[in-house]
């Protein structure tokens, strides 16, 4: 922003005033709504309780485990033979298999590789926080991607009950969505 961290605090105690440019470039230093500083009900903390980010770990480390031995029984190669693969004792395999030990990231592309699997099937896909996180930031990406209108188009709250026919449209099968098309010729003519 180009201001002394002593004008940042300033501006955060209220002892100096801070102008809409200045607002405005420190909202979007903090990838932040500018809206977000002058609404009436702030959002300065989580509503809800931290996350307990041990208890995810421990949880996503049985998962991928998981996942590695359902993916290492399928493909029909014992513990003996990954474990090879990795250099490995058969014991350190059991233990990033059943999460007792976190899959070094190295070892895990490895292991994917020789499985015929991509990264990507290791992921957090699930409701977790995790899995949530993922899927906002894949829909942030391809939000990203639409053309510039059709960003605008969906932004606009007005728009909600067109995007909501939309999806219901989508979800039709094409004898309905033909039945549609003839309805509509049909008020046209």
């Known amino acids: 922003m180009g201001?002394?961290?002593?004008?940042?605090?300033?501006?955060e105690e209220g002892r100096k005033?801070?102008?809409?440019?200045?607002?405005?470039?420190?909202?979007?230093?903090?990838?932040?709504?500018?809206?977000?500083?002058?609404?009436?009900e702030q959002k300065l903390a989580a509503e809800?309780?931290?996350l307990p980010l041990q208890?995810?770990?421990?949880?996503?480390?049985?998962?991928?485990?998981?996942?590695?031995?359902?993916?290492r029984l399928e493909a029909n190669i014992s513990q003996k033979e990954l474990a090879e693969i990795l250099g490995c004792s058969v014991g350190r395999l059991s233990s990033y298999e059943y999460g007792k030990r976190p899959i070094p990231l190295?070892?895990?592309?490895?292991?994917a590789q020789h499985l015929g699997l991509p990264l990507k099937h290791f992921l957090d896909t699930q409701e977790g926080p995790v899995g949530e996180?993922?899927?906002?930031?894949?829909?942030?990406?391809?939000?990203?991607?639409?053309p510039q209108e059709a960003q605008e188009f969906v932004s606009k709250p007005i728009n909600i009950k067109y995007l909501e026919v939309a999806m219901r449209l989508a979800e039709m099968p094409a004898g309905g969505l033909r039945d549609i098309a003839a309805g509509l010729l049909d008020i046209t003519y």
Request: proline share 5%; aromatic share 10%; charged share 25%.
């Open 17 to 40: 005033p801070i102008s809409l440019p200045e607002l405005e470039v420190l909202a979007y230093t903090l990838d932040t709504p500018v809206a977000h500083f002058w609404e009436h």
């Open 133 to 146: 996180w993922h899927r906002q930031e894949d829909a942030w990406r391809y939000f990203c991607k639409l």
């Open 55 to 71: 208890e995810v770990l421990a949880l996503r480390h049985r998962i991928v485990g998981a996942l590695l031995r359902q993916a």
């Open 3 to 11: 201001v002394s961290t002593g004008t940042i605090t300033a501006y």
């Open 106 to 111: 190295a070892e895990l592309e490895l292991l």
């Open 48 to 50: 809800e309780k931290p």
